[in-house]
C-alpha cells in the first residue's frame, strides 16, 4: 500500500526527468553543430612559411659569407645560384594566395612590399658580379645589407606572429570553452540518466550491493581472522620450543651452579660458579620478558587478582636491593608510610615485576649517589590510589631519547646497549602491564643528572592500621648531620615519627655511607651521641665484626621507613642476615623421577638428596609405567617432552588404569605459557613445576602436596 502511494510521484518524477533529458540532449546537438561550422585557419602553416623567409635570408648570407673566405671564380658562381633560389623560394612563399590573406588581415603589404623589393635589389647586384675581385669588394656591404634586411623581417614577422597567436588563443580559447561547455551537457544527461535507471532499480541494486559487501565483509573477516590465529598461532609454537630449548639446558647450569654446593670450594672457585649462577638467572630473567611482552601482546596475560600486603612488596623490594646492588658509592633508600602493614586486593606479582624492572634500571645506570623508592598512598578506601616513585642519580636521558625508552627492544642510545647491556623490554613491559593494571607510568629525565619514575595504581585497600595524628612533642632522636643529602631523608622520617609516637628512647642516628669500618669510629659516635643510644644504619657485612652492646642498636642497608620507626618504637624486625628457612628432610617420601635429560636426572636427583630423598628414576612414560605397576609412590616428578611416550601420553594410561592410587603427579616442564598449564591441569597434573627450578621450589611443591602425617620429617 505504502509502495502503490509513490508510484504517482515516481510517474512525475520520471517523466521531468525524460524532459530535461531531451533538452540536454537537443542542445549539446545544436551547439556540436554550430562548432563544427567554425573550421580553424591553418594560420600555423602560413606563419611557418613566413619564418622559414627569415631562415633562407641567413642561408644567402652564408653564401656571401662562404664566398669571402674562399673567393674563387666557381665559388661565386655556386654564390650567385644560391642566392637566387633562396629569392625565389622566398617569394613564391610570399605570393601564395593563403600568405596574401594572412598578411592583409594582420600584416602591412606597403612594408612587406618594401621588404620584398629590397630583397630583389639585393639579390640582382649579387648576380651581376663578374670578377671576383670587385665581388669581394662589394661582399661585406652586401653582408650589411642582408642584415637589415633580415633585422627589419625580423621584427615584422615578429608583430604578425603575434597577432596571429592572439587570433589562435581566441579560437582555442572559444573551442575549450565549447568543450567545457560540452562536458557539463554530458555530464548533466550522464546524471539524469543515472537518476532515471537508479529510480527504477534502486530497491533491486541497493540489495544487491548491500548483499555481496556484507559477503565480502565476511570473506574479508574470516580470512583475516584466520591469518591472525595462524600467526599467533606459529608465534606461540615458536616462543613455546625456544623457552623449552632455553629452559632446559638453564635448569642444568643454574641448578648445579648454586654456590651453596660449593662451600668447601676456593674463593676464586666460588666466585666463577657465582659468575655462572648470575648469568643463568640473567638469561632466564630474559626469556621472560620476551614471554611477558608475547603474552600481553597476543592478549592472553591474565592479572591475578588476590589480597596483598604492602609490606610483603616493600620487603622484596629490600631484597631486591640487597641481593644487585654491588656498586660501592651507591645508596639505596625505601621509603614507605608509617601504616606498612596495609592489605590491597589486586596482582602483587606483576606489581612487584613493574618495580623490580624499575629498580633494576636504576641499579644498572647509577654509579654513584642514590637510589630512592617511595611508597605513597592517597585517598585510602576502595579507591585508593598507591604511588610508587623511583628515582636516582644515574646517567639519565635526554629529552629526545625519552620518546622512545617505551619501545619494544629499544634503548635510548644505541652505546647505552653496548656499555651497559639489555634488551629494551624492562620498561616496555612496564608500561603494557601498568596499562594492564588501567594505571599511569610517567617518566621524568635529565641528562647525567638521573632519572624519576612515577607508578599510579588505583587498587582497592582492604585494611589499613588507624593511627592519630598527634600533636608533635619533642623528641630525643638526633640525626647524624654530615651534610649529605642523606640526611635530610632520615630526618623526614624522624619528624614524622614525632606525630605518630607519644614517646621514645633517646637515640642518635647514624647514617654509615662511607668505607670507614664502624669499629674504629664508634667512640667517636658514642661522644656524639650524648649518652643517648647508637641507632646505626650500615651493610650487614660491617655488623658481622662488631661485639654487641646495649649501648647500640644496628639496623641493616638498604634503608627502609617502616623498619627505622619500629626500631626506634622499639619494635625491631629481623635484618636480612637472620631470615632463613629451616631446611626439611623427608625420609620416608617415595619418589618417582621421569626425565630423559641425564643433567636434569643430575638436576634433580641433587636437589632431592639436599631433601633427604633418594628416587626411583624413568627415563621415559614407558619405564615410569612399569615401575608404578610394581610400586606404589607419594610423588611423580614428570617431564612432558620425552621419547618413546611423553608425560601426557602416561598421564592417560595412569588414569586409565588407575596407578596413582593416592600418588601427587607434578608436571616438570620448561613449558611456561599459560594455555600449556592449563592443558597439564586439564589432563590431570595436580601441579606444574617449571624448569628451571631450584631446591626451594621443589621443597615447596612437597610441603605443599605431600606432607601428610605419614611423611616423617624433621628439621636439620
Known amino acids: 500500500m505504502k509502495q502503490n502511494s509513490k508510484l504517482p510521484i515516481l510517474a512525475i518524477l520520471l517523466v521531468t526527468l525524460g524532459s530535461a533529458l531531451f533538452f540536454l540532449i537537443a542542445a549539446a546537438f545544436f551547439s556540436y553543430q554550430n562548432m563544427t561550422s567554425q573550421a580553424m585557419a591553418p594560420y600555423v602553416s602560413i606563419v611557418n612559411n613566413n619564418l622559414g623567409a627569415k631562415t633562407k635570408l641567413l642561408h644567402i648570407k652564408s653564401s656571401l659569407q662562404d664566398f669571402l673566405v674562399e673567393p674563387s671564380a666557381a665559388n661565386l658562381q655556386k654564390t650567385q645560384i644560391r642566392t637566387r633560389i633562396m629569392r625565389a623560394s622566398i617569394e613564391n612563399d610570399l605570393k601564395s594566395h593563403a600568405t596574401i590573406e594572412l598578411h592583409s588581415d594582420y600584416g602591412d603589404f606597403a612594408q612587406l612590399d618594401a621588404m620584398t623589393q629590397g630583397l630583389h635589389q639585393l639579390t640582382s647586384r649579387v648576380a651581376a658580379l663578374k670578377e671576383v675581385t670587385s665581388a669581394k669588394a662589394v661582399m661585406p656591404s652586401l653582408i650589411s645589407e642582408i642584415d637589415a634586411l633580415y633585422n627589419r623581417w625580423n621584427t615584422y614577422t615578429s608583430e604578425v606572429i603575434l597577432q596571429v597567436e592572439h587570433n589562435q588563443s581566441d579560437f582555442l580559447l572559444t573551442r575549450e570553452q565549447f568543450y567545457h561547455q560540452q562536458h557539463w551537457y554530458y555530464l548533466a544527461i550522464l546524471f539524469v540518466s543515472i537518476l532515471i535507471i537508479a529510480l527504477v532499480f534502486k530497491l533491486y541494486i541497493d540489495q544487491v550491493r548491500l548483499t555481496r559487501f556484507t559477503q565480502q565483509q565476511s570473506l574479508d573477516m574470516q580470512e583475516a581472522k584466520r591469518a591472525a590465529e595462524a600467526s599467533a598461532e606459529t608465534k606461540s609454537k615458536f616462543l613455546a620450543n625456544i623457552s623449552h630449548e632455553v629452559r632446559t639446558p638453564l635448569n642444568a647450569i643454574i641448578g648445579l651452579s648454586d654456590t651453596d654446593h660449593y662451600l668447601n670450594a676456593s674463593e676464586q672457585i666460588r666466585e666463577y660458579i657465582d659468575l655462572i649462577h648470575r648469568s643463568g638467572k640473567h638469561l632466564l630473567a630474559l626469556m621472560n620478558d620476551i614471554l611477558d611482552i608475547s603474552k600481553i601482546d597476543s592478549g592472553k596475560l591474565t592479572l591475578e587478582q588476590v589480597e596483598f600486603s604492602l609490606k610483603d612488596i616493600v620487603d622484596d623490594t629490600r631484597v631486591l636491593f640487597h641481593e644487585r646492588i654491588q656498586t660501592p658509592g651507591v645508596e639505596s633508600f625505601i621509603i614507605t608510610p608509617q601504616d606498612c602493614d596495609m592489605i590491597f586486593y589486586g596482582d602483587p606479582l606483576r606489581l612487584f615485576q613493574i618495580i623490580s624492572n624499575l629498580c633494576s634500571n636504576a641499579i644498572k645506570f647509577t654509579h654513584e649517589g642514590q637510589i630512592k623508592v617511595a611508597f605513597t598512598v592517597q585517598n585510602r578506601g576502595p579507591n585508593s590510589v598507591l604511588q610508587i616513585c623511583v628515582s636516582d642519580t644515574g646517567i639519565g636521558i635526554s629529552e629526545a631519547q625519552l620518546q622512545k625508552v617505551f619501545d619494544e627492544f629499544v634503548q635510548a642510545d644505541d652505546s647505552t646497549t653496548r656499555k651497559y647491556g639489555g634488551t629494551g623490554l624492562g620498561l616496555a613491559i612496564c608500561q603494557k602491564l601498568t596499562n594492564l593494571m588501567q594505571g599511569t607510568l610517567r617518566i621524568e629525565s635529565e641528562l647525567n643528572r638521573g632519572t624519576h619514575v612515577t607508578l599510579s595504581l588505583t587498587l582497592p585497600l582492604l585494611h589499613a592500621p588507624h593511627f592519630e595524628p598527634k600533636p608533635p612533642c619533642p623528641s630525643d632522636i638526633l640525626v647524624h648531620n654530615d651534610g649529605s643529602e642523606y640526611y635530610s631523608t632520615i630526618q623526614h622520617d624522624v619528624n614524622r615519627l ?219
Request: glycine share 4%; proline share 4%; with cysteine.
Open 498 to 716: 614525632a606525630l605518630l609516637a607519644d614517646h621514645t628512647e633517646s637515640y642518635f642516628v647514624y647514617y654509615h655511607h662511607n668505607q670507614r669500618l664502624i669499629a674504629n669510629i664508634l667512640p667517636t659516635l658514642y661522644e656524639e651521641a650524648g649518652g643517648r643510644k647508637l641507632l646505626v644504619i650500615t651493610d650487614i657485612e660491617q655488623q658481622q665484626n662488631l661485639e654487641s652492646s646495649a649501648k647500640v642498636e644496628y639496623l641493616s642497608k638498604p634503608y627502609v621507613s617502616y623498619r627505622m620507626y619500629e626500631q626506634l618504637l622499639g619494635k625491631p624486625t629481623p635484618s636480612l642476615a637472620t631470615i632463613t628457612m629451616p631446611r626439611k628432610t623427608y625420609l620416608d617420601l617415595q619418589v618417582l623421577l621421569v626425565e630423559d635429560v641425564h643433567i636434569n636426572q643430575l638436576v634433580a636427583t641433587h636437589f632431592l638428596a639436599r631433601l633427604g630423598i633418594v628416587p626411583d628414576m624413568a627415563n621415559n612414560g614407558e619405564e615410569a609405567l612399569a615401575r608404578m605397576r610394581k610400586q606404589a609412590y607419594d610423588l611423580v616428578l614428570m617431564d612432558i617432552q620425552m621419547p618413546v611416550m611423553d608425560g601426557l601420553q602416561a598421564m592417560k594410561v595412569i588414569q586409565a588404569e588407575q596407578l596413582a592410587k593416592g600418588a601427587m603427579i607434578i608436571a616438570v616442564t620448561a613449558n611456561v605459557f599459560e594455555e600449556d598449564e592449563k592443558k597439564y591441569r586439564q589432563a590431570g597434573f595436580d601441579d606444574i613445576l617449571a624448569k628451571p627450578f631450584n631446591v626451594d621450589a621443589l621443597q615447596s611443591v612437597i610441603e605443599t602436596h605431600c606432607l601428610t602425617n605419614t611423611v616423617k620429617s624433621r628439621t636439620v
